[in-house]
């Protein structure tokens, strides 16, 4: 199940013309089957049911991935596109919109429902996404920001343990090495 991109009295009116779901392949993907464009931001996962799935995904993928037009928006376009068309294989349930706030394509009454926030980008505006999260989400997005940015978070960090033989970059003080 994904979240759906805001609709209805949810819109946010300033985005206008920036909702690509809303027209073209998108909707006429979709539409079809009574389904909207999904959001990734925010995914319940049945891990039975995604397995027997993943051969899909990948043989989707291989023949979308050579167009450059294509998958965009991996994470969202792949799922999305097999829950429609003439082969839909992928029924992705909706999540209720209140699961998923993002201010670029939602109006400030659903933020008042709002479960969790995405700080997308807002495609009108291009802002920065931290300063999006300093204006929507402040004073908890500046004080858990400044928490990690501090040397009191550096305790934390040194607990972590890259798994062995892992190739992950470390975005914490003391990156590239196996242990923090």
Sequence with gaps: ?????????????????????ESGFWQGHLEPHNQTYKISALFVVNIST??????????TYQY?????????????????YLNGGARRSVALASLPQEWLYCESWCNARA????KAFDMCQNPATKEYKLDVARRVAD??????????????????????????????KWAVRGAGSDEL
Aim: a negative charge.
């Design 1 to 21: 199940a994904m979240a759906p991109f805001c609709g209805g009295e949810d819109i946010n009116a300033d985005t206008t013309g920036h909702r690509f779901w």
């Design 50 to 59: 995604f397995a027997l799935v993943g051969d899909g995904l990948r043989t």
């Design 64 to 80: 979308m991935g050579p167009d450059a037009n294509s998958l965009q928006n991996l994470d969202q376009d792949l799922p999305n």
């Design 111 to 114: 933020k008042l429902k709002a």
């Design 139 to 168: 004073p908890l997005w500046s004080a858990l920001d400044g928490y990690f940015a501090s040397d009191m978070a550096a305790p934390v960090a040194v607990s972590i343990k890259a798994p062995a033989g892992s190739s992950w």
